[in-house]
């Protein structure tokens, strides 16, 4: 994660390992975010939500 919005209070980071579903893999307040419980050999895709208040942003771009 880099930067923050101005509105923004905290970020949900989903993860995706190998073509599975998307999971809420940490909620945080700052960045940046290290994914220190990833396993050689998968393959992982990651998407961020903003949270402003009580109001969850759409996904932004999904990043492998």
């Known amino acids: 994660i ?8 905290g ?5 995706q ?7 809420t893999y940490a909620t945080v307040t700052a960045s940046p ?8 050999g ?6 961020v939500l903003a949270i402003a208040g009580s109001t969850l942003s759409s996904p932004d771009r999904v990043m492998p």
């Open 2 to 9: 880099q930067g923050t919005g101005p509105l923004a209070t």
């Open 11 to 15: 970020f949900v980071i989903q993860r």
């Open 17 to 23: 390992v190998l073509n599975g579903a998307f999971v």
């Open 33 to 40: 975010y290290t994914d220190a419980a990833i396993a050689n």
């Open 42 to 47: 998968n393959s992982y895709s990651y998407r």
